[in-house]
């Protein structure tokens, strides 16, 4: 089952666990702008994204370049509070670009669907 379920799979619905998240604080911070000393959160991924690491290789040939780093790390995702003020511009823009994001990795995993669906028609 591997096979069809491969890493690709694992990572869009780690994407789509991080837009969701995501998705909550920027929310959070819009329903709270009002309210007096409040902070504004958001995810820092960037971060994690960089102590992640390289993805890993696979040679299946003898003249492939060797792979030198293969370590992986588990992304955790971070929340941070600014000192700032919460702006509406800022809020509302990336909201609709967490929600374009979130609806790119959804078509993305819905492809991957359609290309199994395919494989599966032909194998018939």
Do not use: C, W
Not at 18 to 41: E, L, M, V, W
Request: net charge positive; hydrophobic share 35%; aromatic share 6%.
């Amino acid at each position: 089952m591997d096979i069809l379920f491969n890493q690709t799979m694992k990572m869009l619905e780690n994407m789509l666990d991080y837009r969701t998240k995501r998705h909550k604080i920027i929310a959070s911070n819009i329903t709270n702008i009002d309210t007096p000393g409040f902070q504004p959160s958001d995810i820092s991924f960037k971060d994690q994204y960089a102590k992640a690491g390289k993805l890993s290789l696979k040679t299946t040939d003898s003249m492939h370049i060797p792979k030198k780093n293969t370590s992986r790390h588990p992304l955790d995702y971070e929340i941070s509070q600014s000192d700032e003020k919460v702006v509406i511009d800022k809020e509302m823009a990336d909201l609709a670009e967490n929600h374009l994001m979130y609806n790119t990795t959804v078509e993305m995993l819905a492809r991957k669907f359609r290309g199994l669906k395919t494989v599966l028609k032909e194998a018939k």
